[in-house]
């Protein structure tokens, strides 16, 4: 599954000091991304943006989560454990948000996990330095659960069972069961971060726990983080017909979960999970799965009121492209002018060629 595979010296007073929820220092934007060269240093100046005026919000776009991405991906190798942490509880704590709608936090998520593809001795290496910068961790206990969760799959992979040999499919369980018990004793202070619930949803869902089980933790960990995508994202791919699931399943989840989040969100997530979805299937979307492209237009169009991202108004375009939406696809292409780049998700669909489809009247 696409979650499945996704997504070293900062010591001594101030790394023993940080807290997951209540970091003592004021967030400042972009501290994270320092714009002179070196290893990190914590200042309450560093790096810090100009805001277009005085107390006005600093804007976060799909660049900055890319970084974002970029700088965990880089941190626990780096030994850089007292940064991380301090970007995990500043972005939880100010529920920090790109203008296409993603979580700056994801960018953490994909860090730790992507780590934890390295051999088992090396992540020791790594739990033990990050236990020695940062003693009084809260985040530590959750990225141990993490950790074992990754083992498991590590040592499984991703094939069906019928493929997989016995010894790897004992390995996978012996990692899901101490990645439960990590998330048990984590319990505490982990439920204060989507990573916990996360992890507990892939734990959960791997494990086979019952359906009641399952969507009491699904409820639990969504009343906590209400638009926090990749929770809505696991627990739609434990509904796919490789986990037992059907596609009528995924969408009765699917209208769920608009109504859920329409508040604020409008009906965007149904194009989010479809989106999602797709990556699991093989064919077109709209003949494999229950997805129809008169609601997945309105989830565009309310993803791209709210989220007016470049990125957004292109997958709009691309997948209006592929639905033969000639009328909708001439108006995308025109609105986005030079920013145009379709294809993103769509092997096969491209600028040149909806620019074609669009107005050529052939």
Known sequence: MRFHTMRARARGLLAASICLLSFPFAAQAQWWDPPRPGPWKDSSTFGRPQAAQPGAPVVYTREHLEKARRISNAAIPNGEFAKLERMHAEFVRDKVRTTDGAWLVEAVQDGIDNSFQSPNAIVEGYLRDWERA??????????????????????????????????????????????????????????????WYWTALIVAGSSGASTEAFDA??????????????????????????????????????????????????????????????????????????????????????????????????????????????????????????????????????????????????
């Open 217 to 362: 933790l699904f409820e639990e960990a969504v009343n906590r983080f209400p638009t926090y995508h990749t929770l809505y994202y696991t627990r739609a791919n434990y509904l796919l017909p490789q986990w037992g699931g059907n596609f009528k399943r995924i969408d009765a989840f699917v209208q769920q979960s608009v109504k859920r989040t329409s508040a604020t969100e409008g009906s965007a997530f149904y194009a989010w999970i479809y989106l999602d979805v797709l990556e699991s299937i093989n064919g077109d979307y709209l003949k494999v799965t229950e997805a129809t492209w008169p609601k997945m237009k309105q989830a565009f169009e309310d993803l791209v009121k709210r989220y007016p991202d470049p990125w957004n108004r292109n997958l709009y375009a691309t997948f209006a492209c592929r639905a033969r939406d000639r009328e909708t696809t001439a108006r995308l292409l025109g609105e986005l002018g030079k920013e145009a780049q379709l294809g993103a998700l769509s092997p096969g669909v491209t600028t040149e060629g909806c620019t074609r489809f669009a107005f050529d009247k052939v």
């Open 134 to 195: 940062v003693p009084d961790s809260k985040l530590l206990p959750v990225v141990k659960a993490m950790r074992w969760q990754r083992a498991a799959w590590n040592a499984r992979g991703g094939g069906s069972s019928s493929t997989t040999p016995g010894e790897a499919q004992q390995l996978f369980r012996e990692g899901l069961a101490k990645a439960a018990k990590a998330l048990k004793d984590s319990e505490a202070v982990g439920k204060e971060t989507p990573l």
